[in-house]
């Protein structure tokens, strides 16, 4: 049994620290940028600061950034910050423009506000975090577990906890009515298994459990509902580890269905401000691409309308976000303007490629006129490439999981492109490497993964020897 450090034993003193050291940092801020500016200080900034202190502390509650963070990523927790940030911003901005207290000079007042005041938010949290893992390596603000179930899934979170010891974990050992025994143990033969999950629940009332995780198959939902009223006898924390992960999970995550909740398996990572930064993003990158190689795009038009007869935009039908049909541009890089049920893929010496074609299609500038198709709305800078739709129907019977692709907007470039995976399909497996890394880019999507791929685009990414 691990004694109670003195983090847990005064949890709510430090949370309530916590949040007047928030209250300091945005009044702080204000006071700096109002500095900076040799803006003199006078009761409406009072006012401004106590509004912002009090919506800040509203909204961060609402959101959970008072609460632990021991075993979530940064990210997460930044992304809160952020957003109960903005809105307080945005309520503060509100107040100041109805009060007609917004000169040029306090706009510059605010917008540094804006900036310090998030910068120094993170940083503090980041700081924290480091603070605590260091302390919890050292052996400080311990948390015991014991993990019911010794099968794959608990096995599975047992190296998660113990490749992780920033967490503060201290696995006491399993327990699991098929495993138990003396001298039993699982994990490398680490970790022993210490009883029954009946013994489980005994042993929680009689020692000090911070937190029991069950691992239970799902076909052994009776046997769960025993383990956890024996455990409401106790104290300790009781966590269900779902067995849904022999699905390749996309961007899982707990959604509350009026007080019921559930598990999403299969979503796209742009909900909430994630799909405000996506679509800045293409707003401001595509607009700015369009301007910079609008010369680029009249000189390709000339081009494809003297090299031969035809349309100078071809237009084809591309399942877009959601699977839902739009029409994506190109230069007209064929002799034919095919759409129909079916379309074969372009192959090296294709004869229905045109000339200059050709050399569109190698450099990738047959795909300028989709800058369009962003700021329509209808693709990204960065996603999944699009395929025709007779292909799409061709390939989601062969590939499980093809169609996740479309869980959002496709994209002028994408991953799979700058890792090599551009050009033809001739065989399935080039397709599943292609959807492989599609799904990939979906799950781990950050806005700095989509600078790094517009990045790689630039330098090398837009051509390849596939491509013809």
Not at 58 to 76: E, M
Not at 268 to 284: A, H, M
Request: some cysteine; charged content about 20%; proline content about 4%.
């Amino acid at each position: 049994m691990l004694p109670r450090g003195l983090a847990q034993s005064h949890s709510s003193k430090l949370e309530i620290l916590h949040q007047c050291c928030d209250a300091a940092i945005i009044v702080a801020c204000f006071v700096l940028a109002a500095s900076l500016y040799d803006f003199p200080w006078n009761p409406h900034f009072s006012f401004f600061s106590v509004l912002a202190v009090i919506v800040f502390y509203i909204l961060a509650r609402q959101s959970g950034l008072y609460r632990s963070w021991r075993t979530s990523p940064f990210r997460q927790e930044s992304g809160l910050v952020l957003q109960a940030w903005l809105l307080t911003m945005l309520v503060v901005m509100v107040v100041a423009f109805l009060m007609k207290f917004s000169g040029p000079y306090f706009r510059r007042v605010f917008l540094c506000w804006i900036a310090t005041g998030f910068f120094t938010l993170a940083v503090s949290r980041y700081g924290l975090r480091l603070f605590l893992r260091s302390y919890r390596r050292r052996g400080g603000n311990v948390r015991s577990v014991v993990i019911g179930g010794a099968g794959s899934l608990g096995v599975g979170l047992a190296e998660v906890i113990r490749n992780n010891d920033w967490m503060g974990l201290k696995i006491l050992g399993f327990y699991d009515d098929f495993k138990a025994g003396k001298g039993k143990s699982v994990a490398g033969g680490e970790l022993p298994v210490k009883g029954t999950l009946d013994d489980l629940a005994q042993d929680a009332k009689r020692e000090h459990i911070d937190f029991v995780y069950l691992a239970l198959p799902m076909r052994a939902e009776k046997r769960m509902k025993e383990v956890m009223g024996m455990l409401a006898d106790t104290t300790a924390s009781v966590y269900i580890v779902p067995d849904i992960f022999t699905f390749k999970l996309l961007n899982a995550r707990l959604v509350d269905m009026g007080g019921i909740p559930t598990i999403s398996v299969y979503e796209g990572p742009f909900y909430g401000i994630n799909d405000w930064i996506k679509r800045l993003e293409d707003l401001v990158v595509g607009a700015v691409i369009t301007l910079m190689i609008l010369p680029v795009l009249i000189a390709v038009a000339v081009g494809v309308k003297l090299s031969s007869p035809g349309p100078v935009i071809f237009k084809q039908r591309r399942y877009g976000f959601n699977g839902e049909e739009i029409f994506v541009w190109k230069f007209r890089t064929m002799s034919v303007c095919e759409d129909g049920p079916d379309i074969p893929q372009a192959q090296r010496n294709d004869p229905r490629v045109t000339k200059f074609g050709e050399f569109l299609r190698k450099t990738s500038l047959d795909e300028l006129p989709q800058f369009i198709n962003v700021l329509q709305g209808r693709m990204s800078i960065v996603g999944p490439r699009p395929h025709a739709v007779a292909h799409n129907e061709y390939y989601r019977k062969l590939i499980p999981g093809y169609m996740l692709r479309h869980k959002v907007k496709p994209g002028i470039t994408g991953w799979a492109q700058v890792n090599g995976w551009r050009g033809e399909t001739d065989t399935v497996e080039k397709m599943e490497k292609r959807v492989e890394y599609d799904l990939a880019y979906i799950r781990d999507w950050s806005f700095w993964m989509d600078m790094k791929v517009i990045f790689m685009t630039a330098f090398g990414g837009f051509g390849g020897k596939n491509a013809y």
